[in-house]
């Protein structure tokens, strides 16, 4: 079992290791990761350079201009690597041709005086495993937790150096390093989005990254883009339009794909959305992925291969409960977000808020959910008869809550999906699933051919 060693005891084990050599460039929150390595003793033997380019005009002149004039942003954070990299080896290859050389870089915000901007960064680290191997980048977007600026600072330094004792120690071990970079950090940093890149790591499915962040409650949502790469919300998502499908895609059915393009059709169609602002997200969420036991990776990237195949970005998060969605998104000023879930999903919900909250206030607990520009959009389920659907003008609702539920519909703010194929109403992903594993015939009939495809060339689904 990995011991969790206090950030001083990693500064100094990589200080007195003559193996390791870099520099250490920081924006926006001091030069804490750099502070560390220096009070604990024997920094020579480890930082070449430290840098603290704090004004704009002296940053863009060493690392060039940001187009859109943010500097806590992902391509800054690149740009640093990426001069600071070259910077290292053309200078000290020659004079130093045994040691793995490092860059570290942060760019970040902390909570400013006014409390507006909550604090958050993209930190990264380039490194080798040898001297004479193409480096490695491990690349983080961090929300900072705590609400004061020089806690901030101090999380930011930790930080810090969990990634560089990490990426020395623990790069056999994806999982223990990304475990590592939270020790001494609990409940001070969330960590939302993670890449680890590079020649040591060519056989990790970086999904699998995405999934270990939630599983192991260092961020509640985390996601990817259709080329299986990590990509995080505020480089995208800003004032933007965005709906959400939530399902189990174990595999995506007819009836998934449905429920994805009928749903965006209708959102599309509402007044204040702009076209050529939406984006379509499918969200599995990690009490869906265990819903039928232990979290099984195969069965994760099996799902996702399926959604990135059909061109779908997709959500992994912890977010059993609708608000908790609502309010990461919120924190991106997204315009206008949409919900898409089965209509008996929609009942699940209603019953439950109204248990959770009927002696509260029903109607404080429905708004934490209806903020301003969301709508929950219902696409039909079966009952059990098999013929009648359920809708959400038709599901059943406790009797306190039908004028509070009266009124959501009246403003639309809960919608059924109106234009939908019948005919797909009667699959079940469950069936397909069992046919798919079983061997029977015909289970293609009931998935879009390229998702049929797909699973017989690669194998998917198979029985652990």
């Known amino acids: 079992m990995r011991q969790a060693l206090e950030t001083e005891q990693k500064a100094l084990e990589i200080n007195l290791d003559d193996s390791i050599y870099g520099t250490l460039a920081e924006i926006g929150a001091g030069q804490e990761v750099a502070r560390n390595f220096f009070k604990v003793g024997a920094s020579s033997g480890t930082i070449a350079k430290t840098m603290s380019a704090y004004d704009k005009v002296v940053s863009d002149e060493i690392y060039g201009p940001e187009l859109h004039g943010r500097y806590v ?8 690597l990426e001069h600071e990299w070259e910077l290292i080896e053309g200078r000290l290859r020659n004079v130093r041709p045994q040691t793995n050389f490092f860059v570290f870089a942060d760019t970040v915000a902390t909570m400013n005086y006014q409390r507006t901007i909550k604090g958050d960064g993209w930190l990264g680290i380039r490194f080798q495993s040898t001297p004479t191997s193409e ?22 330094g930790k930080l810090g150096v969990n990634m560089v004792y990490a990426c020395f120690r623990y790069a056999s071990d994806p999982e223990n390093l990304l475990i590592s970079l939270m020790d001494g950090l609990h409940r001070r940093v969330n960590i939302d989005m993670v890449r680890l890149n590079g020649p040591d790591f060519a056989s990790l499915d970086n999904r699998l990254l995405s999934l270990w962040l939630i599983k192991h409650r260092m961020s509640e949502v985390a996601m990817f883009g259709p080329d299986k790469r990590n990509v995080h919300p505020s480089e995208f998502l800003y004032k933007k339009h965005v709906l959400v499908v939530r399902a189990s895609f174990r595999p995506l059915t007819l009836l998934e794909e ?6 965006f059709e209708q959102f599309l169609n509402e007044p204040e959305v702009e076209q050529e602002k939406s984006f379509t997200l499918t969200e599995i969420t990690l009490g869906n992925l265990t819903e039928n036991g232990p979290l099984d990776e195969r069965d994760f990237l099996d799902r996702t291969e399926l959604l990135c195949a059909l061109g779908q970005t997709v959500i992994i998060s912890s977010c059993e409960e609708y608000q908790q969605l609502i309010s990461y998104f919120s924190d991106y000023k997204v315009s206008h977000l949409g919900l898409v879930l089965r209509a008996h999903r929609l009942s699940e919900f209603l019953s439950e808020k109204y248990r959770q909250n009927a002696e509260g206030s029903l109607l404080a607990a429905f708004g934490e959910v209806f903020a301003k520009g969301v709508r929950l959009y219902a696409y039909p389920s079966v ?67 390229k998702v049929a495809n797909l699973v017989k060339e690669k194998g998917l689904f198979k029985i652990p």
């Open 73 to 80: 942003c992902e391509s800054r954070l690149y740009k640093m």
């Open 135 to 156: 480096p490695n980048d491990l690349v983080l977007h961090i929300k900072l937790l705590d609400n004061d600026t020089q806690l901030q600072q101090q999380a930011v």
């Open 258 to 263: 449905d429920m994805i393009e009928k749903g």
């Open 383 to 449: 009952l059990a008869d098999n013929v009648t659907l359920m809708t959400a003008e038709n599901l059943p609702i406790p009797d306190g809550a039908k004028y509070l539920y009266r009124h959501l519909l009246d403003h639309r703010l809960i919608m059924d999906i109106e234009e939908f194929n019948r005919g797909v109403m009667n699959i079940f992903a469950s069936d397909v699933l069992a046919d798919i594993r079983s061997g029977k015939e015909g289970w293609e009939a009931f998935v879009p051919d």
